[in-house]
């Protein structure tokens, strides 16, 4: 079983930039991918990123977020990164990051980092 535990977060202006930190624990050797998600208020969560964690990295952006963000990982350190650049309002919420193994589904999911972007 994999758990991940998210960080970075914080209250950024609009246009600035943070970078999420998802460290994983567990049996990282059965990770396959992993991923980030979001959640505002009273919205439902939807996916934002992922990479595979290891070989081509084969990496997924949302398109609201695409050109804007990145991602990248650090076996070294079971770590996976979300780059957040040219931040904007609506990237406000609470996001969360979990892995999946082959043909499974997300799971591990962590307890979240809030992101809040203001004028």
């Known amino acids: 079983q994999v758990q991940m535990v998210e960080s970075g977060g914080g209250l950024v202006q609009i246009g600035g930039s943070l970078r999420l930190s998802c460290a994983a624990s567990?049996?990282?050797?059965?990770?396959?991918?992993v991923g980030w998600f979001r959640q505002a208020p009273g919205q439902e969560r939807e996916f934002v990123a992922s990479t595979r964690w290891t070989g081509e990295p084969e990496a997924y952006f949302s398109d609201p977020v695409k050109g804007r963000f990145t991602i990248s990982r650090d076996i070294a350190k079971n770590t996976v990164y979300l780059q957040m650049n040219s931040l904007k309002f609506e990237d406000t919420a609470v996001y969360y990051c979990a892995a999946t193994v082959v043909g499974g589904a997300y799971k591990g999911w962590g307890q979240g980092t809030q992101v809040t972007v203001s004028s």
């Open positions: 567990g049996r990282t050797d059965r990770m396959y991918r």
